[in-house]
């Protein structure tokens, strides 16, 4: 991977990049969580159509790759293909010892550009940054990928959904409040609705998709219960910004996020997420 080390930008502001939870052990634990369910509830790590290329070995991007679970996963289940993880943050990347030879990783801001050559991948992957930008940042963000892909290959964008179904009202104070941070950022918590028009608006891409997949929250046996896990310790990571905006203690808050134990059963909440897949003609 050290082909790749001469273009990424290392010149980026953590604070212009909109993520909401801290980074630390507990997050990566969380992100393993999350990876592990989407896996299961998705039955795969992707919905485009690139499992025969994949296998005969193509060069894949994974933007906002995190800790490396998507990059890892899918580096072993396709050793003739190449995976890059790009994020704003190195830190928590796995270390070389644990990382597989065709997998690599990049530090790189994406506000700054994504730092390769036009066309260069025939599959970019992008999970989870709804949270993270703003609309404009979306606009140009999309503009990038598309930009690095090659004619004929594919984009799939995987977003969580903030509305969600079944909530009881503890359940739905704290996405309101939740989405209310976001808003307060410039961030837009319902981007998912607006993503297909501006892959749309691009007028390089085809065959857009749309699907989605709910998850049970609290109930439904192990997957619920660790969705549920998943879901409030995510909460408890932006815990001080939930204090500020309900005027509550840590103590309240942790009372409210531990009532969701109950409430989710209850009202059989789920969660949801979608993924967005393309060509790019």
């Given amino acids: ?9 290392i010149n980026f502001s953590v604070e212009e990049f909109r993520y909401p ?13 999350q990876h592990g369910i989407i896996k299961y509830v998705w039955q795969g790590n992707f919905s485009a159509d690139m499992d025969e290329k994949l296998k005969k070995g193509i060069r894949t991007l994974d933007i906002g790759c995190g800790y490396g679970s998507w990059v890892s996963d899918m580096a072993q289940t396709y050793p003739l293909s190449t995976f890059i993880g790009i994020d704003i943050v190195s830190r928590y990347f796995p270390k070389d010892k644990d990382t597989l030879p065709n997998a690599g990783y990049l530090e790189c801001n994406i506000l700054n550009g994504l730092p390769f050559p036009d066309e260069t991948f025939d599959f970019v992957y992008q999970r989870f940054l709804w949270s993270s930008l703003t609309e404009g940042q979306w606009t140009f963000i999309i503009g990038e990928i ?22 009881g ?9 939740s989405a209310k941070s976001l808003a307060l950022k410039g961030v837009n918590p319902y981007i998912i609705s607006k993503i297909p028009i501006m892959l749309q608006s691009t007028g390089k891409l085809s065959n857009i998709q749309c699907k989605q997949e709910t998850t ?8 619920g219960e660790l969705a549920l896990r998943n879901l409030k310790s995510g909460f408890a990571a932006g815990k001080s910004k939930l204090m500020q905006l309900m005027n509550k203690s840590s103590e309240e808050c942790d009372a409210l996020i531990n009532a969701l134990d109950k409430e989710t059963e209850e009202y059989k909440t789920c969660m949801k997420h979608v993924r967005i897949f393309c060509k790019k003609d």
């Fill in 21 to 33: 939870f801290p980074s630390g052990k507990s997050e990566i634990n969380r992100s393993e969580i």
């Fill in 216 to 223: 049970p929250l609290g109930w439904g046996g192990k997957l």
């Fill in 146 to 167: 598309v930009r690095v892909t090659k004619k004929g290959g594919s984009i799939e964008l995987m977003e969580f959904e903030m509305k969600q179904t079944n909530s």
């Fill in 1 to 9: 991977m050290d082909k790749y080390q001469d273009i990424c930008n």
């Fill in 169 to 177: 009202p503890k359940t739905a104070l704290l996405f309101d409040v």
